[in-house]
């Protein structure tokens, strides 16, 4: 594999059965795959880039009022430092703020922090909002698609995924110092169902294949990169592949360039219980994993191991 494949979801209710068994191939052969034609809104997207831009550029003063200890990074801001990826010693170069849901069922409310609102970007809050729901649908869309391919109902996971705890990130890698220890973002894999990711152009994001080589990602703000996350490789069984990726620092005159990017990660109920799926367990495929666990309790278990608590 020397890069991912690319799939147009242009005419989708027309070519549903081509395009999802494309998206399948890709899940289960190299769990990385790219969205071209989709409805993202590309100037909202550049729209909040600017703003996240503006945010990040706020003193540490300023910043550090967002970050809630003990709310391991749900909400709000997370400082340089912290997030380190499972196995590594060293945390990522990079800082973020994390948006959920806006609304959601009582039964949810211990379950789901509220989001914090940025003052000193006034304009960006509502932004959030919208491009969140953006994010959703394109999602919805994509899990409806593997649905089809997986002989399951086209809307099995929409009920699955209403009141998820699914989070839009704002990402900065600061511009790369002398002394900058780690890689931006060391080799893991996502927790979540799904992974969409746009809105930088820079080089950097690289997947590991089958042949255990680094292979870069080809970015662009009109590509949706899409990736399987741990929690629908456990549901299928492994069947679909969760598959280790990072991101690069730049070497030359680059290393003096921060990279912003903004990746959604769409998450599960909390109360919802992954078990495996029963068309995902053959002779040849026995279940893997025996015990259900709540994606809740999942969420709790993976955000520790990458010192998020």
Known sequence: MEKIPTISIKNINERKNIISKDIFEACQDVGFFTIVDHD????????VLNLSAEFFNQSEEIKIKYHIKGGAGQRGYTPLG???????KTPDQKEFWHHGRSYWSQEYKKDMPENLLIKEVKEINNELIN????????????????????NL?????????NQGNSILRMIHYPELKNNSAG????????????????????EGLEVLNKEKKWIPIDVGSNKIVCNVGDMLQRLTNDNLKSTTHRVCNPTGKKKNQPRYS????????????????????????????????????????????????
């Open 40 to 47: 993202l809104d590309i100037n909202l997207i550049k729209k």
């Open 82 to 88: 912290i997030e380190t990826a499972k196995n590594s």
């Open 131 to 150: 491009l969140f729901d953006n994010f959703e649908e394109v999602g919805k869309k994509i899990l409806s698609l593997l649905a089809i391919a997986l």
């Open 153 to 161: 109902k086209e809307n099995w996971f929409d009920n699955k995924i």
């Open 183 to 202: 890689l931006r973002a060391d080799a893991h894999e996502d927790i979540n169902l799904i992974t969409l990711l746009i809105g930088t152009e820079q």
């Open 262 to 309: 903004i990746p959604f990660f769409l998450h599960l109920n909390p109360d919802y219980m992954i078990e495996t799926l029963p068309n995902c367990i053959d002779k040849t495929s026995p279940n893997k994993y025996q015990d259900a666990i709540s994606a809740n309790d999942f969420l709790k278990i993976r955000l520790e191991e990458i010192n998020l608590k």
